[in-house]
């Protein structure tokens, strides 16, 4: 399997996909770690997400993420 096939996921699947697992709010520092150590999304650059690059993304997409006490939730 080549390195594009193992961070198949686009980056909001994979922020989706870690809430969903944790079952609650997570900050955008807790949902960039998992990112990472689960190898979900690989920036275009080769470098590891950051948190800063988590709330770009959430803030993209306000219809599905909510920001709430420096959590972030699904709204789905």
Known sequence: MSTADEYAMKIEEAIVYVIVQRNGG???EQIAGAINRQKLHLRKDGKPVTSAQV???ICRFPEV????AGRIMLMI
Do not use: D, G, R, S
Not at 65 to 68: T, Y
């Open 26 to 28: 997570m900050t955008t």
């Open 55 to 57: 709330y770009a993304v």
């Open 65 to 68: 993420f909510a920001k709430e």
